[in-house]
């Protein structure tokens, strides 16, 4: 449970050094300075308020011996509103406690009617999980709280649907279990009182419109039953919190944005790692720290400076030394485990069995790992934890002193929801952003109004998305015949997406409605991780280890890798990825592996195109290709390259949409632009483009990808592709495509006014550039917008 109490006392070891004066420390193992910037973000006090009178003495009593003495006033307001029958978000920041907010009506409704239900959704299994356990030591009679997700042993799944009053689950579960056994589950529905939907912001672009409908799919089910469920929902600080879970539940929502509860300082540095000598031969320790181009696309022989993963190790380890419990966020699963491992080994070489103190923590561990990794760091067993954005989410993780975060994590959001993991029950804390070799992370923290000036994003989804829209409609005639009333619950393109369906031979119309004419269920991946996940298998012992997503097996487990498990080296002997499994052999080799693979992007059929002379626009089907097809090994003493080693995986292959626009090169030439610029050029403009779609398309631009080239085989001139990152397309290309001149010439302003000198986080940068950011030039793809929009057609 989040913090919810100035009263509230953390658990663990005793106070460390101030903030402050760990922040002096750190910088004093340098000769240089890394501290670029350092913002203070003062101490605020509570504003408590009284119990609502229907919070009954049990329950009050109840949360007094938990250390809640009295609710906040934020939280009062959104459980008031919550009781009186209103659905309500609490969008309020980190530690501010959510949770009480959903807890006090959903408590007290449970205790004064003994029949009725609440059910619990969270985005990750470690935060239900958690909030198990919180509701569960209230110790409040009747309630009986379970997790139902894919761990639940099959011996408690039934016991859980005729008992449990307090389901907490997660939305897959939900799609995948819950609502397809509808039947089984109807005396829980029909008694359902309340739906939570714990930190709604994390459900955005497809995912999130695919959950909308998954919400729509259960309060249709429940009003099968007789039941109106109140849905109280918690998200972190975001733009316009009302709008978006409105969108998601399709309800009016009330939003509660005031933040009443007390909140320590934080101080907060921009840690830029030292350059490292220019003789030293050494590669970097990640893939994100490869050396730069000059924004033309000419070679620019820089220093390269320290990893961030080594940088975060270290700081991990001096914190650790120092007696501070400390989170690292780490971007990947693989720098997650190299952090912790070169964390554990300093510390150990500086005193033996140190290194016992600090693990990681991420996706594909084991539930029993899990587990045990979070009581171990509630606890105060573990001083410091590497994890992926596993942990960026509410578990309940009192008693932190300090948060490192390596890498900007691609939002504002994120950020400061990762920085709001320490400094719970009113202590001083400390957060690091430690910036990679990456020009988007050195414009932040050498720009820091960039992060501390500006505001959080809005969550961004579209229900109306006919891509996710048909699937989730045959899923519901799959639970129960569509009727025309359900067509009003699923909105806008219900009906267009029925007849498509009709059209297709999946639905049949009857008098009464639409029917599911299969035997067997459609396929709908809510994540589209890419695939099942693949099973990580000692082979000498035949010890499940974890698990991997189909998405990353190729570039984790192929043969010959080296591949990480809480700080145990193994050697992938063999990927079967027809059975699903990788066989690993325990070694320690001294050498590490980083997989190297190559994208293409052919056209496969145009549906629609605008001859503007010197410019074409264009929409159609692309195929985008990838393939891993090499790894180099790299010494981890030195980051020197050993050897590069051909691998023969398959292909993968994504079918999908796109938009895309092609310039003749004499265009550029009269426009200035070099030929040695037009990739920069080309690669700025196309970054613009994926940032401002979401203007026109309410998409996500985690959802779209992109490929900017100075000549494609298929147009055979110098091209920018924008496309959907789901197969067979979401929608969002064409609407790039409907408004391209009004998306192109926000593109345009956005770069254009920007006051950066050769480009930003704000224009032209992207946070999820696999280039590096590189090349980019900002002057020549206003150049290159300027020949687009003089020539197409408004």
């Known amino acids: 449970m989040e913090s919810s109490s100035a009263a509230t006392v953390s658990a663990g070891p005793g106070p460390g050094p101030a903030p402050a004066d760990l922040l002096r420390r750190l910088r004093a193992r340098g000769a240089a300075d890394p501290v670029t910037h350092v913002e203070r973000v003062p101490a605020r006090a509570g504003v408590p308020a009284p119990w609502p009178s229907w919070a009954t003495a049990e329950l009050r009593e109840a949360f007094t011996r938990r250390g809640v003495v009295a609710p906040w006033q934020h939280q009062a307001e959104a459980a ?96 995948h279990g819950i609502l397809p056994g509808h039947a089984q589950w109807s005396g829980f529905l029909r008694r359902l009182a309340y739906v939570v939907v714990d930190e709604c912001h994390t459900y955005r672009g497809v995912f999130g419109s695919h959950v909308a409908h998954v919400l729509r799919r259960l309060r249709r089910q429940c009003a099968r039953f007789g039941a109106t469920p109140v849905f109280v929902l918690a998200s972190a600080t975001s733009g316009d919190p009302a709008t978006a879970t409105g969108r998601l539940t399709g309800l009016p929502v009330t939003a509660v944005t005031e933040d009443a509860s007390p909140r320590g300082g934080v101080t907060f540095a921009l840690w830029e790692p030292p350059l490292l000598p220019s003789d030293s031969g050494a590669a970097p320790l990640d893939s994100s720290s490869v050396p730069a181009q000059a924004a033309g696309g000419h070679d620019d022989l820089r220093q390269i400076r320290r990893s961030a993963l080594r940088e975060t190790a270290d700081l991990l380890a001096d914190t650790v030394a120092e007696g501070v419990r400390t989170l690292a966020f780490v971007r990947s699963r693989k720098g997650a485990e190299v952090v912790a491992a070169n964390a554990r080994r300093a510390l150990d070489d500086a005193v033996p069995g140190l290194g016992d103190r600090v693990a990681a923590y991420r996706g594909g561990y084991l539930r029993e790992e899990r587990r045990e990794l979070e009581r171990a760091l509630l606890h105060g067993d573990l001083l410091g934890l590497a994890s992926t954005n596993a942990l960026e989410l509410g578990v309940d993780l009192v008693g932190l002193d300090a948060v490192l975060i390596c890498g900007y994590p691609g939002t504002r959001a994120s950020l400061w929801q990762q920085a709001g993991r320490a400094g719970r029950s009113g202590q001083e804390a400390l957060a690091v952003l430690v910036a990679r070799d990456d020009p988007l992370d050195t414009y932040l923290v050498h720009h820091p109004e960039a992060i501390f000036g500006a505001p959080v994003e809005a969550t961004v989804l579209d229900p109306a998305n006919p891509y996710v829209l048909a699937p989730q409609l045959a899923c519901a005639a799959v639970e129960a015949p569509l009727t025309p009333a359900d067509l009003v619950l699923f909105g806008e393109g219900a009906k267009e997406a029925v007849d498509g369906l009709v059209a297709a031979g999946a639905l049949r119309q009857r008098p009464t409605g639409w029917y599911w004419r299969h035997r067997e269920r459609p396929e709908v991946d809510l994540r589209g991780e890419g695939g099942a996940p693949v099973a990580v298998v000692e082979s000498s012992t035949g010890r499940l280890l974890g698990t991997v997503d189909g998405g990353s097996s190729h570039f984790l487990l192929h043969s010959g890798a080296v591949y990480l498990h809480q700080g145990v080296s193994y050697v992938v002997d063999q990927l079967d990825l027809a059975d699903g499994c990788a066989l690993v052999r325990a070694e320690e080799p001294d050498w590490s592996t980083h997989a190297r693979d190559v994208t293409d992007l052919s056209v496969v059929s145009v549906r629609s195109y605008v001859d503007a002379g010197p410019v074409g626009m264009f929409l159609g089907e692309v195929d985008v290709t990838s393939q891993v097809v090499s790894y180099q090994r790299r010494r981890i003493a030195t980051g020197e390259v050993i050897d590069t080693r051909p691998l023969d995986l398959p292909t993968r292959e994504l079918r999908t949409v796109a938009v895309w626009f092609t310039l003749s090169p004499q265009s550029l030439a009269l426009a200035g632009v070099q030929p040695a610029d037009v990739p920069g050029a080309l690669h700025a403009a196309e970054h613009a483009a994926i940032g401002l779609l979401p203007l026109m398309a309410t998409c996500d631009r985690w959802d779209i990808g992109g490929l900017s080239t100075a000549v494609h085989p298929d147009t055979e001139a110098p091209t920018v592709f924008v496309y959907d990152g789901h197969p067979g397309g979401a929608g969002f290309a064409e609407r790039a495509y409907g408004t391209a001149a009004a998306w192109l010439r926000a593109t345009r302003d956005a770069i254009a006014e920007c006051g950066c000198e050769t480009g930003c986080p704000s224009c032209v940068q992207s946070p999820k550039c696999g280039n590096g950011n590189n090349p980019l030039s900002k002057p020549d793809a206003i150049r290159v917008l300027d020949v687009v929009l003089t020539n197409l057609p408004d």
């Open 80 to 175: 008031n509103l919550a009781y009186e029958g209103q659905h309500v978000v609490v969008a309020t920041g980190t530690a501010s406690g959510k949770s009480l907010a959903y807890q006090l009506p959903a408590l007290a409704t449970l205790l004064a009617d003994p029949r009725a239900t609440v059910l619990y959704l969270a985005p990750t299994k470690a935060l239900a999980a958690d909030q198990l356990r919180a509701v569960a030591a209230l110790e409040l009679e009747g309630v009986r709280p379970a997790c139902y997700d894919g761990d639940t042993p099959r011996t408690e799944r039934e016991w859980i649907r005729r008992h449990s009053r307090f389901v907490l689950t997660n939305p897959d579960m939900l799609h």
